[in-house]
């Protein structure tokens, strides 16, 4: 997979690491609190809360990553 995100993308070792690093950490974040969220409220509304945060979530790395690929070249 860094293979790929370095070839096809143009990542540095250092941004995809990063990025793993990030990815993994939100995930441990949202399955705690989806956890909490499933017990607590209705699985439709902890699922369409999931589905949205996930979207923002994706939606935010790509950001990130067309800037940080800017800052890098520039």
């Known amino acids: 997979m860094q ?3 370095q ?3 143009g990542m540095s070792s250092i941004l995809v690491g990063t990025l793993g690093s ?3 950490l939100f995930c441990l974040i ?3 609190t989806g956890g909490a969220l499933f017990d607590k409220i209705v699985t439709l509304k902890t ?3 999931s589905l949205v945060l996930s979207i923002v979530a994706v939606i ?3 950001i ?3 800037y940080i690929n800017k800052k ?3």
């Open 3 to 5: 293979h790929i995100l």
């Open 7 to 9: 070839e096809e993308f």
């Open 22 to 24: 990030v990815f993994t």
């Open 30 to 32: 949202g399955n705690v």
């Open 47 to 49: 699922m369409s809360i």
């Open 60 to 62: 935010g790395l790509m």
């Open 64 to 66: 990130f990553t067309t």
């Open 72 to 74: 890098v070249k520039d």
